[in-house]
């Protein structure tokens, strides 16, 4: 198994930032695979959850949603199992439940969320 926790949130006015972690820790090399995945989903209330980025260690590539690209970023640190999640000029619609994934060979983990709450 591997865990992840999300560090960070808060509560932030319109305009502002915040930085998001998550470490993985456990199993993270297991049968010859490692966490090769890592990246950030969020849910509003009423909602579905939705992707926001994500980046992958064996292409070193990073993904965006549309919705935060330009805004967001993440960085890694791939000897640590851990990403960052940089989001600035934040807006009301930002505002959930930000939950950090990890992917190992096909299985997928999630973090337990951290909340983003942007006031506008």
């Known amino acids: 198994q591997v865990q992840l926790v999300e560090s960070g949130g808060g509560l932030v006015q319109a305009g502002g930032s915040l930085r998001l972690s998550c470490a993985a820790s456990g199993r993270t090399f297991f049968n010859g695979y490692g966490v090769d995945s890592m990246g950030w989903f969020r849910q509003a209330p009423g909602k579905e959850r939705e992707f926001v980025g994500m980046f992958r260690w064996s292409a070193n590539t990073t993904h965006y949603s549309d919705s935060v690209l330009g805004r967001f970023t993440m960085s890694s640190d791939s000897s640590k199992n851990t990403v960052h999640l940089q989001m600035d000029s934040l807006e009301a619609e930002d505002t959930g439940v930000y939950y950090c994934?990890?992917?190992?060979?096909?299985?997928?983990?999630w973090g337990k969320g951290t909340q983003v709450t942007v006031s506008s």
């Open positions: 994934f990890g992917d190992q060979q096909a299985q997928r983990y």
